[in-house]
């Protein structure tokens, strides 16, 4: 038999319709912000389905979460509940803005915010909730805007691995939340290489962020006098940061955006066949809608195929990962929980046994390669591996 190449755990998913648009671009003369960049963030809102939203392209989903809690106003004495079982971009930019993080454990099937532990953990400090949709599946919505609303506090959505995802059949992104922030980091369901999306609603907060995701540069005097200003004027009115996006991942985007659905379905189809192929192995095999606040009929956008080993399972999850890479199948944790990061350990002196659910699931998962370009082939070596490791 001749040895397989390396299967990596992700790979993006480009074609050539997004290499001509970038070439396009970079004939075109403009490569930072602007018209690419305004036809993603309109063709983002056709795709989301709803004219009352403000789509806001930016650099990455972590300036977004920036930008959005800033819009907000969280500052320095401000309380922020998110869940310890994500990726530190979420609870970072709270810090970013002097403000204090609370972490709180997972639900444990779905291991989206526990949002009787977010009730459990509000004070009157509390200014906002940032919840997960952790691999895709959304947390439990509808359930966690309701405790938002009773206790007057913002939600923020880091919706990184959730395009596209839906909660009680509408797409996140449409929901009742302040914000909603969508990442095309490399890895992502869809990709600029590096970029993100901010989502509201709200068209205050949607001025506030789009000035200070460029600068804090005001473009009310050229909306107001266009015809009066001359076109070298500006106006700062904040400190702002540098957060845009380029037309050149822009570029990438318009086209990612069109092949999300499509993407969706065949990262869908992969988990369907390793749901099926693991049912007698020693593992749980990931929730699926119907789970945790969400209808059987939801779309889980599969951005994660997260394993997790049965107590008879007698490897443990550091052998299962070596010995599959010794198969040549790249695999990952998702994630390393913040509460055992040494500075959200040390910072709020944080315990496992603070976050039983999230610890327990993290020491028995592992995430396996989940992406449209997969061969069956890929599929089925990822198949034969784990049955072979497991087994
Ligand atoms: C990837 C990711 C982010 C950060 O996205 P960037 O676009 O890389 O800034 C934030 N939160 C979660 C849960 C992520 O997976």
Not at 209 to 222: E, K, P, T, W
Not at 285 to 298: F, L, R
Not at 376 to 383: G, I, L, Y
Request: charged fraction near 20%; hydrophobic fraction near 40%.
């Amino acid at each position: 038999m001749s040895a397989s190449p390396f299967l990596p755990f992700a790979l993006p998913d480009i074609g050539d319709d997004e290499i001509a648009e970038v070439i396009d671009t970079l004939k075109s003369g403009w490569l930072t912000t602007g018209p690419k960049t305004k036809r993603f963030e309109a063709e983002f809102r056709e795709f989301l389905g709803d004219q009352g939203l403000h789509c806001l392209a930016v650099n990455s989903a972590t300036a977004g979460l920036h930008l959005a809690l800033e819009a907000l106003g969280i500052g320095p004495g401000d309380e922020v509940i998110t869940t310890t079982h994500t990726f530190t971009a979420t609870a970072e930019v709270v810090r970013y803005l002097g403000g204090d993080v609370v972490l709180v454990d997972v639900d444990p099937t779905t291991l989206c915010i526990d949002v009787r532990a977010v009730e459990a953990a509000i004070t009157p400090r509390t200014k906002a909730v940032m919840p997960v949709h952790y691999a895709g599946l959304a947390a439990d919505m509808q359930a966690l805007l309701q405790v938002a609303k009773k206790h007057g506090l913002k939600v923020v959505e880091d919706a990184a691995h959730a395009l596209p995802t839906t909660s009680c059949g509408q797409l996140i992104g449409t929901l009742g939340s302040d914000v909603t922030v969508f990442s095309f980091y490399a890895n992502k369901t869809i990709t600029t290489g590096e970029g993100g999306m901010v989502v509201t609603r709200d068209a205050d907060l949607a001025k506030r962020i789009a000035v200070m995701r460029l600068h804090g540069i005001s473009r009310d005097a050229f909306d107001r006098f266009t015809s009066k200003v001359p076109s070298w004027y500006y106006e700062i009115v904040a400190p702002g940061f540098k957060y845009n996006l380029t037309d050149i991942a822009a570029s990438l985007g318009l086209h990612q955006l069109k092949k999300s659905h499509a993407f969706q379905q065949r990262r869908a189809a992969i988990a369907a066949i390793y749901n099926a192929a693991f049912t007698h192995l020693p593992v749980l095999t990931p929730p699926v809608p119907g789970c945790g606040g969400t209808q059987p009929g939801d779309t889980h956008a599969w951005h994660l195929y997260v394993l997790r080993l049965k107590d008879e399972c007698t490897l443990s999850r550091d052998t299962v990962i070596e010995r599959l890479f010794a198969l040549g199948i790249g695999c990952s944790v998702h994630y390393i929980p913040l509460h055992l990061q040494p500075y959200w350990r040390d910072h709020y002196q944080l315990t496992p046994e603070q976050f039983p659910h999230s610890h327990q699931a993290y020491e028995r998962m592992l995430s396996l390669p989940l992406y449209s370009k997969m061969s069956d082939e890929d599929v089925q070596r990822v198949v034969d591996a784990v049955r072979g490791v497991l087994t």
